[in-house]
């Protein structure tokens, strides 16, 4: 599925929610940029952790599952919108049937997935429904 | 900037060539192309290629040079030959680049090629090796798949503008009918929405039926001068406009997950230059590499109103004989789509129909046609505009 070293990098980011804002225009960037792209060569980044609320954009149920997903089958995938600002990608922890559009979701931390068998597991964040 | 001609193109049959390897077809295609321009090697000046992964699907880098080998180009000649890469839409760039070349006066006689080996590998590996043209480290980690990815922009686009899933299936039944027109095609069998909407879910709302195969398959074009292309052959096709760009690699960042900025703005630099607009094109062949992204091309290409693409094509204007009518060629769906091939193989689409030579899916009269190639889900696209008039 990846690489350990590629994985490593982004630990914090990837366990914390841990993300990135610029000094010089107020955008959040989550997953972490290290460069603006509003203010380029003139932005000042620094960390931000996220509060790990906000709302699916939209969503897919997965059927046939990617490298390293396949004991996962049918899981949901959604694009969401941190109430900062930033969308990313992740899984919803919820039953298939009640996902929808607008839904309030959370962060939480769980497996991600592994490398093969015996392979090296990945934690890092999901999201669940607000009121769950 | 000089006037660009194609005078010669050619598709080897696209489906699962088990029995031939990566250099075996991309000699083949080379060879139909210079035998229909009617030319030997001596007088070829460059050679791009379009190629996504030979590294994952062939255990094959350095894929300009092993080109450039098997069709005879390094003996003697000693050919410089490029391999252009931007996923999906490495053909369509590997195009723009021999464009740019034979445009800036650098090149006369250049060949644009693209191919892709994709059954050598595990349907499991080829899989991996095309959700590589998203964003391996935020998309793929979190289980993204391709399908999943355009699955998200099917379901905004259902949320926000009704589009059905049978509007989608339209999609594959059109492009399934043309492509049983299309001698190439990998499927050349008809199919109903039923057969679409009751095939297996891959991604919800996208059934297989909504994706396109893996296959292998190669393309060749040769472009010259406008100014002697007449020499070569009677039926010169013109480039009226080529254009590229880019917009951010995962899906998430995008200003609007149901429109691929990359396309509306390589769309509008294409008319641009061309001086034409959309009511003026005859035919365009997308990148329905789903049926969503159908529905989304014809949109963000301006030949349909936003979130009425669905609409227009259950309606029938996309169809041969209807308004502007949308992959002749059986588009990526039928056809199939060896994604490095994929950009040639619509340009070899659109001279074949100018020529007047596309037999039973020949558009009446077509003086216009549009290439429409997309890299991943929108971060690079490549439009590119051909005339039969200079
Ligand atoms: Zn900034």
């Known amino acids: 599925m990846s690489s350990v070293p590629r994985f490593w990098r982004s630990l914090g980011s990837r366990y914390n929610l841990e993300g990135t804002r610029c ?39 997965i059927h046939t599952a990617a490298e390293g997903f396949e004991d996962q089958t049918p899981y949901t995938l959604a694009i969401i919108q941190l109430d900062e600002g930033p969308r990313l990608t992740s899984q919803v922890i919820c039953d ?21 068998e015996g392979g090296m597991i990945y934690y890092g964040t999901k999201f669940a429904p607000e009121d769950s | 900037m000089r006037d660009v001609a194609i005078i010669g193109v050619k598709n ?18 080379g060879a139909g192309a210079l035998e229909d321009a009617g030319i030997g090697g001596k007088e070829i000046d460059s050679l791009y290629v379009g190629n996504m992964s030979g590294g994952r699907f062939i255990d094959q880098e350095h894929i300009g040079a092993l080109i450039a080998d098997y069709s005879g180009l390094s003996k003697n000649l000693h050919v410089p030959a490029t391999r252009v890469e931007a996923a999906c839409a ?56 391709f399908p999943g990815i355009y699955a998200m922009i099917a379901r905004l686009h259902m949320h926000r503008y009704g589009t ?9 039944v ?41 296959t292998d398959g190669a393309s060749a074009l040769v472009l010259a001068p406008a100014d002697i292309a007449h020499k070569y052959t009677d039926t010169p ?28 703005v390589a769309a509008k630099r294409a008319y641009s230059m061309a001086k034409l607009k959309p009511e003026d094109i005859d035919l365009v062949e997308v990148h329905d590499c789903f049926t969503i992204a159908e529905i989304c091309a014809i949109e963000d290409l301006g030949f349909a109103e936003k979130g009425k693409g669905g609409i227009v094509t259950a309606n029938g204007e996309t169809a041969i004989g209807g308004r502007i009518p949308v992959n002749t060629s059986g588009g990526l769906k039928a056809c199939g789509h060896p994604v490095g091939a994929t950009g040639i193989k619509q340009a070899v689409e659109i001279v074949t129909q100018l020529r007047g030579e596309a037999g039973k899916r020949q558009v009446e009269g077509a003086e216009y046609g549009m290439t429409h190639n997309v890299g991943g889900s929108g971060a690079t696209a490549v439009v590119h505009i051909f005339s039969r008039e200079r």
């Open chain 2, 237 to 264: 096709i013109y480039i009226r406009a080529t254009a590229q760009a880019s917009d951010t690699i995962a899906l998430h960042d995008r200003r609007d997950i149901t429109t691929l900025d990359a396309t509306v």
């Open chain 2, 12 to 29: 080897t049959k696209f489906g699962e060539l088990w029995g031939k390897s990566l250099r075996d077809i991309v000699v083949e295609a």
């Open chain 1, 23 to 61: 000094k010089e225009c107020g955008e959040y960037y989550y997953p972490p940029r290290n460069f603006c792209v509003n203010c380029r060569r003139i932005g000042h980044i620094e960390p931000y952790k996220f509060k790990g609320t906000g709302e699916i954009i939209s969503y897919t149920i």
């Open chain 2, 90 to 145: 490495s053909g369509g760039l590997a195009l723009r680049q021999a464009i740019m070349a034979v445009a800036s006066g650098y090149n006369d006689i250049v060949i644009a090629a693209g191919a892709e080996k994709m059954t050598d590998v595990g349907s499991e590996e080829a899989s991996s090796a095309l959700a590589a043209a998203a964003d391996r480290e935020w998309e793929g980690m979190a289980g993204a798949t």
């Open chain 2, 174 to 214: 059109k492009n399934h009918k043309n492509g049983s027109l299309n001698p190439i095609a990998q499927y050349k069998n008809r199919i109903t929405v039923d057969d679409v909407l009751n095939s297996i879910m891959v991604a919800d709302p996208l059934h297989i039926f909504d994706c396109s195969p893996i």
């Open chain 2, 164 to 172: 059905t899933s049978e509007q989608l299936a339209e999609v594959a």
């Open chain 1, 96 to 116: 298939p049937d009640k996902i929808h559009i607008g839904m309030r979701v959370r962060s939480v931390f769980r497996k991600l997935g592994e490398d093969g």
